[in-house]
């Protein structure tokens, strides 16, 4: 039986010589990537911890007659040496299918594309939802996408999500991701995003939460300028949520090799934990890896900041040392939106390298180093007890 489900997990794979005969015909092109990653963290256990992983993916899109499409993703994730012996390896753990959609563009009597099956979804900025693609394995929803675009620039995304279902065995309850996403043009003034966020859970000690807001993005001569806020209503865990995030930017070429950008962000927090109202912020499904420092000690927010919130302040500096070699310098100041049962705001300064080398167009080197300072805060909240480093080399080729 084992030797079985591999073999049916494998078909897709025994079936490319088949289908590459197909593309003769320019409707089928296939992809894929290899992306080993070496890291090393300390402290771990009071030492240094280092290990390798890696992500293979091979892609096919089938575009078939008329305007209906195809894609499939599929996936392998793992570490290296976490199979003693892979002859005994009978379950394909690691392998997983990462999207695969049939898509149907200019549909009859709305025009716009839509999708359904497993899709990555990944929403303005990735603030509150994005493909996570920093992480090995990524994330993909299981749902329908209908999105279109106007020639005048307005765009207009909407979706539903299922992230937990009862036919499928998984549990007695249901929950779903909704949501509709637009962007509007204003001309010389810029553009701005405006978005709702649903999410549903028929528990009954859960419920429904609502997260609304926008972003504006534009220009003021030489500075590109970005301001965004959020706001969070509903239930949580069968409380009631009232809760805000607000961010702002501005950054400008102060060189023709080299841009200065400021950042602050501010993810309100619970001044009480112990009453009937949640007042901290959730970034729902965000990329957080790319906001919050490269060494991601605040991945999952609220819970890594205790339910207290978050302030970022950061500077982000980029260098383009040669026509192939980049490298990126941000410096954050971490505190928590409320103090709370801390004995201080303070929770952690951090320095992020980043040296980005395009080997060639299909093979690209990345490596990079942090350094988090820690602070009374972030010790209290049992994250870090001493000041950690974190150093990685990656290799990115793709096709």
């Known amino acids: 039986m084992r030797i079985l489900k591999k073999t049916l997990t494998l078909l897709p794979l025994l079936a490319l010589p088949a289908l590459l005969g197909a593309q003769e015909s320019r409707q089928v092109t296939f992809g894929g990537q290899a992306r080993p990653r070496f890291e090393s963290r300390t402290p771990v256990n009071e030492s240094w911890n280092s290990g390798t992983s890696m992500r293979i993916r091979a892609s096919l899109n089938a575009r078939l007659e008329g305007s209906v499409r195809v894609f499939i993703q599929l996936q392998d994730v793992r570490f290296f040496g976490e199979e003693d012996n892979t002859l005994t390896d009978f379950q394909a753990d690691n392998f997983d299918l990462h999207q695969g959609f049939l898509e149907l563009t200019d ?147 102060v060189h023709e090799s080299t841009t200065v950008t400021l950042w602050y962000d501010h993810l309100s927090g619970d001044d009480d934990l112990e009453d009937e109202e949640i007042g901290v912020f959730s970034t729902l499904f965000a990329t957080n890896h790319a906001f919050y420092g490269f060494a991601d000690y605040f991945l999952n927010i609220p819970v890594h900041t205790g339910g207290l919130g978050l302030r970022d302040a950061a500077v982000k500096l980029a260098f383009k040392l040669s026509p192939k070699t980049g490298l990126k310098v941000d410096l954050h100041n971490f505190q928590s939106a409320q103090k709370g049962y801390l004995s201080t705001h303070s929770l952690a300064s951090e320095v992020d390298l980043t040296l980005t080398y395009r080997f060639s167009r299909a093979l690209t080197v990345m490596s990079g180093y942090s350094y988090v300072q820690a602070k009374d805060g972030i010790k209290e909240l049992d994250r870090l007890s001493e000041n950690a480093q974190w150093v990685y080399v990656m290799l990115n080729a793709a096709f």
């Open 107 to 253: 549909v009859p009597s709305l025009g716009g594309t839509f999708r359904v099956g497993r899709q990555e979804l990944a929403l303005g900025e990735q603030r509150l939802v994005g493909a996570v693609d920093w992480a090995q394995q990524g994330r993909s929803f299981d749902g329908f996408r209908y999105t279109k675009q106007s020639r005048g620039g307005f765009n207009v995304d909407l979706f539903a999500m299922k992230l937990r279902e009862d036919p499928s065995g998984a549990g007695d309850w249901e929950s779903s991701f909704l949501g509709a996403y637009g962007t509007v043009p204003l001309g010389k003034v810029g553009s701005v995003d405006v978005f709702g966020l649903f999410t549903t859970d028929t528990r009954e000690d859960n419920g429904s939460e609502v997260t609304f807001g926008g972003l504006w993005k534009g220009r003021a001569g030489p500075v590109d300028l970005g301001l965004e806020g959020s706001l969070q209503t509903g239930k949580r865990d069968g409380i009631d949520v009232s809760a805000f995030m607000f961010g702002a930017r501005a950054g400008a070429k």
